[in-house]
C-alpha cells in the first residue's frame, strides 16, 4: 500500500486566505462563512427535512457521477445504494453504548395508560369498519390505521454510496472538492447538471448536522495506477476540508471512476416513491446510462432492487465550452476576463475572449470607443472608466445570437425512446426547437406530447428536465407546468384536456439554467423566451397529434359507416326480395306488365335463382367494395407519404454472444453472428 500522506488537522488554504480585520471593542458585526450559510439555510439547497435530504443526497450525487462519466465521453454505469442503519447498529457504529429508557415519563412518545386504551379502541373501530366494507365488497378508502406514535427523536439512518465509472478525480484536489463549499470544476460556461459547486458539500454538511459521520470518497483516473481514498468532514466555521485520512492505495485491476459515500439522518418511508420516480425519469432521460438502484434494510421485504438497463449506446454530443456573449457581461465579469486572459492588447482581447467579436468587427467596435482607446493598446492597463465604456458599448453593439452548438441536448430519439418506455402510449410526438438565446445564453428546448398509455392519468402528466436533470419539486410555478396548463389551447388539437391522459415532456438545455434556488427545482415563469420556446415546442407536438388523430379519426368513422350498412342487410334484402316475390305474383297473375328487363329477373325470383341469401351476399359485397375505394381514394389524396408511420425501436441484446454493431446517428443495430 502506498501512502500519499494523511494529516489530522484541518488543510488550511495557503493562498487567498482571508484577513480578517481586528474589532474594536464595541463593534457588534460578525462574519459568517459559506458553510455556515448554507448548513443554516440548507432548505435553500434543497435539504429541507431529513426525507428531502435522503433525496436530494441521493440526486447530487447521481448528477455528479453522470457528469463525470460524460465529460469523457464514457456510457454511464452509476450503481446508487442506500443502505438503512437500525438504531443501535448507528450506535455502534459511532462507539455508542445502547441505553434502556428509565424514565418513561420523560419521552414525547410516553403515552398515559387511558391515552393508549384511547388510541387502541380507535385503531379496532378503523379495522371494523375495514373488514366491514371488505365484505361488502366496497371498494376501500384510503383509511389510515392509526400507528402507534412515534417519537419525535426517534431518527432513521441511512449510508448512500454511489458508484460511477467517470473520470475520477485528481488525488490532491479530493479534499477541496468535497470541503470546501462553492468549489467545483463547473462554473465554466458549459451545459452540465452541476454548477454551484454545492451539492457533495450540502450532503457532507447535513451527514455532519445529523450523523456527525464523515464522508468517503475513492477515486481513480486513467492514467493513476493507485486509487484515491479520502476521509473526511467540513471545517463549518473556517469553510475548509477537515481530512482525517486521505492516502494513495494499491489498484489491482483498471477501475477508473469514484466511489462516494455518506451516512445521513432520513426518512425513507415519506420519500421512497420521490427517489424511484427520480431514477426512473433519469433513466427516462439518460437512456444510454445503466442504472442500478438498491434499497438494502433488515427487513427483506423492504428491499427494493431496480437496475434500469441502457437502452441504447447512442450518447449526445459531449457539450464544449463556449465563451461569453459580448451583449451579456457585466462589469465584474470583464475585470475577471481581463485578469485572466492571456491576451495582450484590446483588440485581441475582444476577438478571443467573447463569441461572435470577428477581427474586423473589434475593430469598429474600438473605433466606436473613442479616441483614448486604440487596437494596440494594453488590455491589462486599461483604467475603471475605460472598462465601463467599453460594457455600456457591448449592451448596446448588435451581435449575432451565440449558436447552440456547444449544447448537448437530449435529442428527440432519446426523448421518444423515454417516453415510449416510460408511458407505452398510444401516441406520441416529439419536438427539438432550434437554439435560441436570453441574457447571451444559448438554450434548446425539446419537447414530447403522448396520449394514452399506461399508468397515466387523465388530463396533463408534466415531466419535466433541465440540462438533462428531472425537476420534481415545486411543479406549479414552473414554466412548463404553467405553458402546459394555461397557454395550450388543448381542444384546438382535438385532445381533450380533461378526460385525455396526456403526458408532456418538455427538456431544456442551456449554458445557465435559470433556476429559482440553489436547490436546482424548478424554472421561473418569467423568461420570457424560455416561456415562448416552450409554449412553441408543445405546439409543434399537438400539430403533429392532430393530423394523427384526425386519420384515426376519419379511419373510425369509416369503420362506423360500414358497420351501420352491414348491420342494415338483412332487413334492406328482406324487404327488396317480398317486394319482388310480390311483383313476380303480379306479373304471373298478368295483373301489372312489367318491361323485359324486369320479366327477366322476376322470372330469376319466381325460380328462386335469385333467393334472399344471393341478395344478401351481393349487398355485402357491394358495401365491401365500396368501403375499399373510399379508403383507396383517401390514400390517394393525402398521398403515400402521409400514411401513418411509426417509428422502430429495438432494445439492445443483452447476450454476450459475438455481435456486429452497426451504429448511425440515428439508430444502432446488432446482428448476431
Ligand atoms: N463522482 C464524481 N466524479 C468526479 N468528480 C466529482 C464527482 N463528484 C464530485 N466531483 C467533483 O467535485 C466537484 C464538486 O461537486 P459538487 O457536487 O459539490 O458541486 P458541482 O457538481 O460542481 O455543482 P452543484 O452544486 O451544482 O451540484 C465537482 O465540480 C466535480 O469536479
Known sequence: METGGSSESPTEPKKGKAKIPRKSKESILKQKSPAEFFAENKN?????????????????????????????????????????????????????????????????????????EKRLAKEARVQEIQAKNAALGKKLKETPVPKGIKARGEASFYKVTCKDNGKGMP???????????????????????GKFGLGAKMALIWSKMSTGLPIEISSSMRNQSYISFCRLDIDINKNIPHVHLHEKREKKDHWRGAVIQVVIEGNWTTYRSKILHY????????????????????????????????????????????????????????????????????????????????KSYAERLIGEMGPEFNPKMAVKSLKSQQIVRIRQLLRQAKFDDPSGDCLSPA???????????????????????????FEGHPFIVEAGVSLG????????????????IPLLFEQGADVVTRTAFKRINWSS?????????????????????????TGKEYIGDDITEIASAVKNAIQQC??????????????????????????????????????????????????????????????????????????????????????????????????????????LYMPPLEAEKEMITLQSPFFVFRVLQ
Open 44 to 116: 435553500i439547497a434543497g435539504f429541507d427535512n431529513p426525507g428531502k435530504c435522503l433525496y436530494t443526497t441521493v440526486r447530487e450525487l447521481v448528477e455528479n457521477s453522470l457528469d463525470s462519466a460524460e465529460s469523457i465521453s464514457e456510457l454511464p454505469v452509476v450503481e446508487v445504494t442506500i443502505e438503512e442503519i437500525e438504531k443501535s447498529k448507528f450506535n455502534s457504529m459511532i462507539g455508542l453504548v445502547d441505553r434502556e429508557r428509565v424514565d418513561e415519563q420523560l419521552y414525547d412518545d410516553y403515552e398515559t395508560d387511558k391515552a393508549r
Open 171 to 193: 488525488h490532491d484536489d479530493i479534499p477541496n472538492m468535497f470541503g470546501r463549499v462553492l468549489s467545483g470544476t463547473k462554473y465554466g460556461l458549459k451545459q452540465t447538471r
Open 279 to 358: 431514477m426512473r425519469q433519469m433513466a427516462v432521460i439518460t437512456p444510454y446510462a445503466q442504472f442500478l438502484f438498491k434499497f438494502i434494510s433488515d427487513a427483506p421485504d423492504k428491499n427494493v432492487s431496480i437496475r434500469f438497463a441502457r437502452r441504447t449506446d447512442v450518447m449526445p454530443p459531449v457539450p464544449f465550452e463556449t465563451k461569453y456573449h459580448p451583449s451579456s457581461v457585466d462589469l465584474l465579469l470583464i475585470k475577471r476576463l481581463i485578469t485572466e486572459t492571456s491576451k495582450q492588447n484590446l483588440l485581441q482581447f475582444l476577438q478571443h475572449e467573447f463569441v461572435n467579436i470577428s
Open 411 to 437: 435529442g428527440e430519439y432519446n426523448l421518444r425512446l423515454g417516453i415510449i418506455k416510460e408511458l407505452q402510449p398510444d401516441m406520441v410526438a416529439t419536438f427539438s426547437g432550434s437554439a435560441q438565446v
Open 453 to 468: 398509455g399506461k399508468d397515466v392519468k387523465q388530463g396533463l402528466n408534466i415531466f419535466r428536465f433541465a440540462n438533462r
Open 493 to 517: 388539437y382535438k385532445i381533450n384536456q380533461m378526460q385525455d391522459k396526456i403526458g408532456v415532456f418538455v427538456s431544456i438545455v442551456s449554458t445557465k439554467i435559470p433556476f429559482k434556488g
Open 542 to 647: 399537438c400539430i403533429q397529434l392532430k393530423s394523427k388523430i384526425v386519420k384515426k379519426m376519419q379511419a373510425r368513422e369509416q369503420q362506423e359507416r360500414k358497420r351501420n350498412l352491414s348491420k342494415y342487410i338483412p332487413d334492406a334484402t328482406c324487404a327488396v326480395h317480398n317486394v319482388l316475390k310480390e311483383m313476380a305474383q303480379l306479373h304471373a297473375s298478368k295483373k301489372n306488365r312489367y318491361g323485359d328487363e324486369d320479366v327477366e329477373l322476376l322470372g330469376k325470383v319466381s325460380a328462386s335463382l335469385i333467393t334472399k341469401e344471393t341478395l344478401i351476399d351481393k349487398l355485402a359485397k357491394h358495401v365491401e367494395q365500396v368501403d375499399y375505394e373510399m379508403a383507396l381514394e383517401y390514400a390517394t389524396q393525402s398521398g403515400v407519404s402521409e400514411e401513418p408511420k411509426e417509428a
